[in-house]
């Protein structure tokens, strides 16, 4: 939340950044009524198939269509902004399911095989649990790096199409008006090394220097996507943190891939280095807003 004191309360992370949403058409209205959010509007359709096109083998990346399998309405958006007792601040409240509560309690322990047709329709993709009647929601964390360091963070939610479809979120085209001073950067390698990169008489099993989507569309994980400032981390701390991340895709060179200059990028430092010495490129696709909030810092 964009409040110390509710982040406390609600034990979550604090953005101050946060607090910029406010009076901007990237928030909707709610307020709080006996411990329950009642929202003025918004909503979202979890029954689209999600669907996804990819290059073919062995480079499926760059990605040739894609569509998301969650769609919010033009009056949705998850950040909230509440008003009681006089007082604004903005809540990051993501719609993940749609429908009533004794249905969702058969997702308590996981989704069952033979609920998984029925969890499409009524659930946001990163969903891996969810139990109203225990008062949790398990979602599916992903990992990556935030000044060199190893974080887990969560994907909900991007205002494209592309970015849904990829990591199976939900779309939500009103975080187009997210105003930039909120935002802080993301960058995902399309085109980094993966295990089908490696000697056919290489005794390993993974390529030491793996990332990007195209690893993670081959099956092999997280993309590892490099973060801006991280609330442990950066000196600068909650003063920068957002859970809005500005997204671009970057490319390694045709040169950088010849000469077997690829590796595992750790830090924006180096990726502002390796972009001025023109072995990374950006790719064409316009930067895109993912909602992604930190979890932990691994080490």
């Given at each position: 939340?964009?409040s110390m004191?509710?982040s406390?309360?609600?034990q979550v992370?604090?953005?101050?950044?946060?607090?910029?949403?406010?009076?901007?058409?990237?928030?909707?209205?709610?307020e709080?009524v006996e411990?329950?959010?009642?929202f003025?509007?918004?909503r979202v359709d979890?029954?689209p198939?999600?669907s996804?096109v990819t290059?073919?083998?062995p480079?499926l990346?760059?990605?040739?269509?894609?569509?998301?399998?969650?769609?919010?309405f033009?009056?949705?958006?998850?950040?909230?902004?509440?008003?009681?007792d006089?007082?604004?601040?903005v809540?990051n409240?993501?719609?993940v399911?749609?429908?009533?509560?004794?249905?969702l309690?058969?997702f308590?322990?996981?989704?069952?095989?033979?609920?998984?047709?029925?969890?499409?329709?009524?659930l946001?993709?990163?969903?891996v649990?969810?139990?109203?009647?225990?008062?949790?929601?398990r979602i599916?964390?992903?990992?990556?790096?935030s000044?060199?360091?190893?974080?887990?963070?969560?994907?909900?939610?991007?205002?494209?199409?592309?970015?849904?479809?990829?990591?199976?979120?939900?779309?939500?085209?009103?975080?187009?008006?997210?105003p930039?001073?909120?935002s802080?950067?993301?960058?995902?390698i399309?085109?980094?090394y993966a295990n089908?990169?490696?000697?056919?008489n290489?005794?390993?099993q993974?390529?030491?220097?793996?990332?990007?989507?195209?690893s993670?569309?081959?099956g092999?994980?997280?993309p590892?996507?490099?973060l801006?400032?991280?609330?442990?981390?950066?000196?600068?701390?909650r003063n920068?943190?957002?859970?809005?991340?500005?997204?671009?895709?970057?490319?390694w060179?045709p040169?950088?891939?010849?000469?077997n200059?690829?590796?595992n990028i750790?830090?924006?430092i180096?990726?502002r280095?390796?972009?001025?010495?023109?072995?990374?490129?950006?790719?064409?696709v316009?930067?895109?807003?993912?909602?992604?909030?930190?979890?932990?810092?691994?080490?």
């Amino acid at each position: 939340t964009s409040s110390m004191r509710q982040s406390r309360k609600y034990q979550v992370v604090h953005s101050q950044k946060l607090h910029q949403l406010l009076g901007s058409d990237a928030v909707r209205q709610a307020e709080i009524v006996e411990n329950v959010i009642v929202f003025d509007s918004g909503r979202v359709d979890f029954s689209p198939d999600r669907s996804l096109v990819t290059g073919e083998e062995p480079n499926l990346f760059p990605i040739q269509s894609t569509s998301p399998g969650a769609i919010g309405f033009d009056d949705y958006t998850p950040f909230v902004e509440i008003r009681n007792d006089g007082k604004r601040y903005v809540l990051n409240a993501e719609t993940v399911a749609n429908a009533t509560e004794s249905s969702l309690n058969s997702f308590c322990d996981g989704i069952p095989e033979e609920l998984r047709e029925q969890a499409s329709r009524i659930l946001n993709d990163q969903v891996v649990a969810i139990c109203p009647s225990k008062g949790y929601v398990r979602i599916r964390a992903v990992e990556g790096y935030s000044e060199g360091r190893d974080i887990v963070y969560i994907n909900t939610s991007s205002n494209s199409t592309l970015a849904a479809g990829l990591a199976g979120t939900t779309f939500v085209p009103r975080l187009s008006n997210v105003p930039l001073v909120v935002s802080e950067p993301l960058v995902a390698i399309g085109n980094g090394y993966a295990n089908v990169d490696l000697n056919s008489n290489s005794p390993r099993q993974e390529h030491p220097q793996k990332q990007g989507v195209n690893s993670f569309l081959h099956g092999e994980g997280d993309p590892l996507n490099i973060l801006g400032g991280f609330p442990t981390i950066d000196q600068r701390g909650r003063n920068v943190y957002s859970p809005l991340w500005e997204a671009r895709i970057m490319v390694w060179s045709p040169e950088a891939v010849a000469e077997n200059y690829r590796y595992n990028i750790r830090n924006l430092i180096e990726v502002r280095e390796r972009l001025a010495e023109g072995l990374l490129l950006f790719n064409g696709v316009a930067p895109l807003y993912v909602n992604c909030p930190v979890v932990a810092r691994l080490n």
